[in-house]
């Protein structure tokens, strides 16, 4: 087995390429081991020393690091873990374990057609690019003109994410939706 990695803009972030599925739909965020218990493949890398978060995609792996440890220290702990994982069978999302769709259930609101340009051209346009960076960006609510988003994977507490919320997906929005006024981050 050939593990590729790339680089992404979070210098904190890496990208791993397992060269085969990780998940079959959807994406799955794993900022602490506590919420790794779904997965056997997030618990082995977590079981490496300044592992603070796991992200899976559909073909990618992207795993943000500590500030004090260096790639060169971690990085064949994370690969082996990776390649173990595979080798062994063991599911990537164990059993009852479901990956989200992408975008926050909203119950307040319903899907009213901004909404749904909102989430086709993030679907369309915005996620694909963000997974290139071994990322995600999910919908979480439209109020008063204002889209927020959640960033996860390479793009969780990325440098360039406020740069690439206000100039890059804000300005996209604003160009094809005229109700859309701004672009804010949410936490979850």
Known sequence: MFIQTESTP???TLKFLPGQDVLEMGTADFPSLESAAASPLAQRIFAIEGVTNVFF????VTVTKTDGVEWDHIKPGILG?????????DPVMSGDATTPSGHADNHAEEDTVVVGQIKELLDSRV?????????????????????????????????????????G??????????????????AV
Do not use: W
């Open 10 to 12: 979070n210098p904190a």
């Open 57 to 60: 995609g559909l073909d990618f």
């Open 81 to 89: 873990a990776i390649m173990t994982h595979y080798q062994s069978g």
């Open 127 to 167: 996620r694909p690019a963000v997974a290139q960076d071994g990322g995600d960006i999910t919908f979480h609510g439209f109020d008063r003109g204002i889209v927020y988003l959640h960033m996860q994977g390479a793009c969780a507490g990325c440098p360039s994410s406020t740069l690439t919320l206000k100039m």
């Open 169 to 186: 997906i804000e300005n996209l929005l604003r160009h094809y939706i005229p109700e859309v006024l701004e672009v804010r981050p949410v």
